[in-house]
C-alpha cells in the first residue's frame, strides 16, 4: 500500500472519528461535566497514553531545547487553545453549526499552506475555497434558521469554534515541518505534555468537581470516547 493511500485511508478515519465528536461531547458538556473540565480530561488521559506507549515502543529521541518554543507553539495551537474554545464554543452552540463551521479547516489551511510553506494556489483551488466558504455559511444559516434549544448563545459558540478552526489550521503546518524532525511518538508525547500545562489553569477545577461514581453508564461512555477516539485516535491518525 503506498504511503498516500495509508493517508487518505488515516485521514477519512480522522474525519469519521471527529464527526461523532460533537454528538458525544455535546451530550455530556456542560450538563454533567463543564467544557474545561472535559478539555483536561482528554488532555491529561491523551497526554499519559502517548507517554507510556513512546516509553514502551517509540524510538529514544531527545528534543534539543531550542525546539521546544516551536513545540510549545504547535501545543499552543493544537492542544491547548484550539481544545478551550471547541469546548466551550460546543456548549453554547448547536453540534451542526460546530460541525459545519470545521469544515472550514482545510480551506484555512489550504490559504496558510500557500502563506507559509509556498504552495501554489491554482484556479481551481481558489474556486474551491470561494465554495467551501460559501457552502458552510449556507449550511451555517439553514441550521440557525429553527430555534434549537441545545444552543444557549449560538453566536458566540459559532465564533469560537471558528478560532478553534484557525488555531488547529496553524497546528497542521508546524506540526508538518515536525514531523520531519520527529517520530510520531516523540512528537506526540512532547506537544500533549505542553498541552497539560496549558489546559490545566482552565480546566482542573471543573475536571476535578466531575464526580465519577455518580456518572451514568452513558456519560462514562460518552467521555470514554471523546477521549480515546476523538481525542487520541484523531491526533495519532492526523500526525502520521
Given at each position: ?65 531550542k525546539e521546544l ?45 500557500a502563506i507559509f ?124
Amino acid at each position: 500500500m503506498s504511503k498516500r493511500a495509508v493517508a487518505i485511508i488515516c485521514g477519512f478515519l480522522v474525519a469519521l472519528f471527529y464527526a461523532y465528536n460533537f454528538t458525544a461531547a455535546k451530550e455530556v458538556t456542560p450538563e454533567f461535566v463543564g467544557p474545561y473540565g472535559l478539555t483536561w480530561y482528554r488532555v491529561v488521559i491523551t497526554c499519559v497514553i502517548f507517554w507510556v506507549i513512546a516509553t514502551i515502543v517509540g524510538p529514544k529521541e531527545k528534543v534539543p531545547l531550542k525546539e521546544l518554543p516551536l513545540l510549545a507553539l504547535a501545543a499552543f495551537c493544537g492542544v491547548g487553545f484550539n481544545m478551550v474554545t471547541f469546548m466551550k464554543g460546543l456548549s453554547l452552540t448547536a453540534p451542526i453549526s460546530a460541525s459545519v463551521l470545521m469544515v472550514t479547516t482545510p480551506i484555512i489551511v489550504l490559504l496558510l499552506s500557500a502563506i507559509f510553506l509556498k504552495e501554489r494556489l491554482y484556479a481551481s483551488r481558489i474556486l474551491g475555497i470561494l465554495i467551501g466558504f460559501s457552502g458552510a455559511a449556507l449550511l451555517i444559516f439553514l441550521s440557525n434558521s429553527g430555534s434549537n434549544e441545545n444552543a444557549t448563545n449560538p453566536a458566540l459558540g459559532n465564533f469560537l469554534v471558528f478560532i478553534n478552526a484557525v488555531s488547529y489550521s496553524f497546528y497542521i503546518i508546524l506540526a508538518k515541518k515536525l514531523t520531519t524532525r520527529y517520530h510520531v511518538f516523540t512528537l506526540m508525547k512532547w506537544l500533549y505534555l505542553f498541552g497539560v500545562i496549558f489546559i490545566t489553569p482552565f480546566g482542573i477545577t471543573e475536571g476535578l468537581s466531575f464526580d465519577f461514581s455518580t456518572a451514568n453508564t452513558d456519560t462514562l461512555w460518552y467521555i470514554g470516547y471523546v477521549v480515546l477516539f476523538a481525542t487520541f485516535g484523531t491526533y495519532m491518525l492526523n500526525i502520521i
